[in-house]
């Protein structure tokens, strides 16, 4: 089963993945945040805290192949690993290509993670941010990223099986598992 666990900021997106998992004896959480600064590192601990002794964590991207050995893995965040990309794609190509690259990188990542956890039959839950409700940003990477992130949004809830919409710490199913 493959799911997105999409919403606001702070709107306990990763609190319902982590619950959903604890369901699970093999969990492997794949952590994509860098810690560049002191908030940041913060916001990590509180997360590793959160998160059950046994569960394995990935703080760097792992190879498909590895998630395998799991009955769970929790990807959180899709919107930190986009923005990952984003920066670097941003160094490698042209200002107009860096949208279409970045979108094209991240999914095919994600491609190989559902791909492998659907021939192993390990759940996968994908957390990411629903950034596109808001205002439309003034410069040009703004722009860039909050549309990268909705292709990607898209095409994630287009591969899964169950997609779960948090608002203020309440889940609500938009696409229900068969």
Not at 48 to 64: H, I, M
Not at 131 to 150: E, H, L, T
Request: hydrophobic content about 40%; some cysteine; glycine content about 6%.
């Amino acid at each position: 089963m493959i799911a997105l666990v999409t919403g606001g900021a702070r709107s306990g997106k990763s609190r319902f993945a982590e619950e959903k998992c604890r369901a699970y004896d093999r969990v492997l959480y794949i952590a994509t945040a860098e810690i560049t600064d002191e908030e940041m590192r913060r916001r990590v601990e509180e997360h590793r805290k959160r998160r059950p002794e046994n569960w394995d964590t990935a703080e760097s991207l792992p190879d498909p192949a590895e998630i395998r050995n799991y009955d769970a893995v929790l990807l959180d965040c899709v919107t930190l690993l986009l923005s990952r990309e984003l920066y670097l794609v941003s160094q490698e190509v042209d200002e107009g290509d860096v949208e279409m690259e970045t979108t094209r990188r991240v999914i095919a990542r994600l491609e190989g993670w559902i791909d492998a956890a659907r021939a192993a039959g390990t759940d996968l839950y994908c957390v990411s941010n629903e950034v596109g409700m808001g205002i439309v940003p003034m410069d040009p990477v703004s722009r860039a990223f909050r549309d990268c992130q909705g292709r990607v949004n898209q095409w994630i809830a287009k591969q899964s099986d169950a997609v779960y919409w948090l608002v203020s710490g309440i889940a609500v199913a938009i696409k229900c598992a068969d």
